[in-house]
């Protein structure tokens, strides 16, 4: 049974909540899904594929995700993107969205690549972002859409390259 890592990094928990639907959705394809924060620093070793994810801000992903890519991209080599984004919510702001993942494609070769829009909860989320947001006229809203995240997982090729001891 291949391995995967369902890798993610977030700040007001919608991407663990898109990691698990991934994983779910991975696991009934017959995967051994492993779902791991970045921030905990999992070790690549041992899976076969790679699925990794970050909320976005400043357009890009969390730095705990990028240092992640970094001191293990080349061990990963290949791996399937996402990013949960405001921008997300306007479909016809899908290819600004996916720019929000150039940064990790750069670390490692995507094989495929994803955005998706997240929930804006005011309680899980900083001053600052609450301030921006409400002046940006943003209210509170859940646009997370499962039967999106399942069709993107179902499609995923997790057929792995570049692989590093």
Request: hydrophobic share 45%; glycine share 8%.
């Amino acid at each position: 049974m291949q391995r995967v890592l369902v890798g993610y990094a977030t700040r007001a928990g919608s991407t663990a909540e898109v990691s698990g639907i991934i994983a779910d959705e991975l696991r009934a394809r017959g995967f051994d899904v492993v779902v791991a924060d970045l921030r905990d620093d999992p070790d690549p070793a041992g899976f076969d594929g790679f699925v990794l994810g970050s909320a976005t801000q400043a357009l890009t992903w969390l730095p705990e995700s990028l240092t992640w890519l970094r001191d293990h991209g080349r061990q990963v080599g290949r791996a399937a993107l996402f990013n949960l984004s405001i921008t997300a919510v306007d479909p016809t702001k899908q290819d600004v969205a996916l720019g929000h993942n150039k940064a990790a494609s750069e670390l490692v070769e995507a094989s495929a690549q994803a955005a998706f829009a997240g929930r804006y909860a005011p309680k899980k989320v900083g001053f600052f972002k609450r301030l921006l947001l409400r002046v940006l006229a943003k209210k509170p809203a859940d646009h997370v859409d499962p039967p999106a995240i399942r069709a993107w997982a179902r499609g995923l090729d997790l057929t792995r390259t570049n692989k590093t001891p």
